[in-house]
């Protein structure tokens, strides 16, 4: 199984964590989708990551269609601990907090955290390179705390964020946090309740490709891959 | 069951489609997501149409979570007319389209088209009203053209346009064209293949709801409710 992917989308970190909890290793392919390279576009019109690519199976593009495909063909497996919960209502639920970290707090955090941070540094001027845009920055910084408020609200009423089990839900949240934890621009002392969670899912074995993860030139935040942040 | 709408937003179309389908006549509540209004925020916080509700149900938001809760209660009663297909491998083709018109598709054409010639009459000028942007407008007439070829390749290829049946995603691409329909802001003459799988989606008994759809003081084109235009 081949991953096109970025190491800091988030939409990319989550189907890395859903991988790695349903202990597939894929080969991992760095796209730079501001490149909009030909043969990219050919596996996905939309130009995005991630895209998952199995032998014998059409490409699937995007976190969603994604997590659905590795629900239905490896999902029953886990049992007790399959990552999308059985019952129609659950499922409601999960779903639901899904799209609302990979759409809402994306929109709002993560795309201009990660685009002007990090993926800047990499574009020439043509595809939009340049020096961060300080008011989006400031945007995203005051957005995350009430997206880690609300995480940590979650947090406290349910053990975990959709109910009473790890599901989809949590793997979303910590790819998108996961990736501001790493410019430092996660503010921890905002929610006591969001940081204990953070640090359960952090210490899963399945965390650890991401926690390895770095840029040349640009450390990790001191606490991003301490297990007791 | 509920559906918060709006008569022109074509995900709420998709769903309206896809109830018919499955032979459910909700209660239909038009929602300006304009406005803002509490009480919608509360039922979904993303403030966007559609939602569904169902008594005992939590409250659906979004066409994608929709479509997969009906799946996953009714579909197999559709039996071998199931709206997405059984197998793994299909779904991925189903929803892989279903993006492609619901965020592509929309974001190119059908957004810009219904906000500048439909949404933009009722809102306040502090909520975005105001007269049509012309060169919004200008793309999103000429981003249509590439989105019917495309249809018209996959119906000519295909018969429908994830496969050999109807699925969700012949009614997610009729439910986008159908608003811009209404506009008369389609070129059925680009594609004849396009136009013939068109028509004969629009034939279905379940199109009819969305083909009575009017807005006051704006009628529909010439050929909208036409079944053979």
Redesign the interface.
């Known amino acids: 199984m081949q991953l096109y992917h970025h190491p800091f989308c988030p939409h990319s970190r989550f189907v890395r964590l859903l991988l790695a909890e349903y202990g597939i290793e894929p080969e991992l392919v760095e796209v730079r989708v501001w490149e909009r390279k030909p043969e990219f576009l050919a596996l996905n019109?939309?130009g995005e990551t991630p895209v998952m690519v199995e032998e014998h199976?059409?490409s699937?593009?995007?976190a969603?269609?994604i997590a659905?495909?590795l629900d239905?063909?490896r999902g029953l497996a886990l049992g007790d601990r399959r990552l999308l919960p059985h019952a129609?209502?659950e499922?409601?639920?999960v779903?639901?907090l899904v799209?609302?970290f990979h759409?809402?707090m994306f929109l709002d955090v993560t795309e201009p955290l990660v685009r002007e941070r990090i993926y800047k540094r990499y574009m020439k001027s043509d595809q939009g390179g340049g020096p961060p845009d300080a008011t989006a920055l400031r945007a995203a910084r005051a957005n995350i705390r009430y997206h880690l408020k609300y995480i940590g609200w979650l947090a406290k009423a349910r053990n975990w964020l959709a109910g009473d089990r790890l599901s989809h839900a949590d793997l979303a949240a910590a790819a998108h946090l996961s990736a501001a934890d790493y410019l430092g621009d996660v503010p921890w002392d905002v929610d006591e309740d969001a940081r204990a969670w953070y640090a359960r899912v952090k210490s899963r074995p399945t965390f650890r490709g991401i926690l390895a993860d770095s840029i040349p030139g640009m450390p990790p935040s001191a606490t991003y891959a301490d297990l007791d942040f």
């Open positions: 019109p939309s199976v059409p699937a593009p995007g969603a269609i659905e495909y239905e063909t129609p209502l499922r409601i639920e779903r639901r799209q609302w759409e809402k």
